[in-house]
């Protein structure tokens, strides 16, 4: 997807999240997000929305925290909520995706973050209509984008998350693949996780293979793999052991 594309479903993703929370039981528990509530949910994404924003406006060289950032606070509800989305968005589309500027990831231009905020919004819109007891439904498109954009990047978040330099090995390679036709592989070195290219003609040694919508939850950690149509091929420890240790926190 290019640029515009990733601020157009930012915008559609944003905006089922704020009626979702126009509706929500802001006491209600997160089952996804141990120890949450709906409140927390929205008060998270609500300030992550203006952390970005604040980011990409002053096309920040390092990482400023929200502290810093004198960021607004409230009341949080879904009025505060469309706020901070609306002004991330104007801001996005006001700037230019090729400038460069620090980010947590890989990619140190102002497009990582409309690609990170739609998926940071879209994984939170599945938590959100979990804890209301309502279904979710993904654009395979937009699933598997959020599935690449979250194995390109997993590496770099051991700064914030530290159970991913747990993934490390001997060389073990692990694929996910969908039943739409995507696949991804990362083998597990010494190191940490490495890529395998399409033209590496390496088997992998665990396989977890479902629907691009299934794979995600799985994935993000919001479906549980004993709860999913998920099929293991392979060593199912090592796919247990991936899921395990690649929770972004």
């Known amino acids: 997807m290019d640029y515009a594309t990733y601020c157009e479903e930012l915008t559609r993703e944003g905006e089922r999240f ?8 802001f006491s209600a528990p997160v089952t996804s997000c141990p120890g949450w509530r ?19 406006r002053v096309r ?11 960021l ?5 509800d879904a009025h505060w909520l469309a706020t901070g989305l609306e002004q991330l968005v104007g801001t996005l589309r006001a ?11 890989v990619d140190q231009h102002v497009r990582f973050w409309a690609r990170r905020q739609l998926h940071e919004t879209l994984v939170h819109r599945l938590d959100l209509e979990g804890a209301m007891g ?13 599935i690449d954009e979250f ?15 747990h993934l490390v090995g001997e060389g073990e390679v692990l694929a996910f693949v969908t039943s739409e036709g995507r696949r991804w592989r990362r083998r597990l070195d010494p190191g940490g996780i490495v890529e395998v290219s399409e033209d590496e003609e390496v088997a992998a040694e665990a396989t977890l293979r479902c629907a691009t919508a299934e794979l995600l939850m ?32």
Do not use: K, Y
């Open 95 to 105: 700037s230019d995706p090729d400038a460069e500027m620090w980010s947590w990831g």
């Open 60 to 70: 920040a060289p390092a990482r400023i925290s929200t502290r810093d950032m004198g």
């Open 18 to 25: 704020v009626e979702r929370a126009r509706h929500a039981e």
């Open 218 to 249: 799985v994935l993000t950690r919001r479906r549980a793999l004993e709860d999913s149509r998920c099929e293991v091929e392979g060593r199912r420890d090592l796919i247990e052991h991936w899921l395990a240790n690649s929770a972004l926190q």
């Open 38 to 56: 709906v409140v927390d949910l929205v008060t998270h994404l609500g300030t992550v929305h203006r952390w970005a924003e604040h980011l990409v």
């Open 72 to 76: 607004s606070r409230g009341p949080v």
């Open 134 to 146: 309502l279904p979710s439904e993904i654009d395979p498109e937009v699933g598997a984008d959020a």
């Open 151 to 165: 194995l390109v990047n997993l590496p770099a978040a051991a700064s914030f998350s530290p159970a991913v330099a």
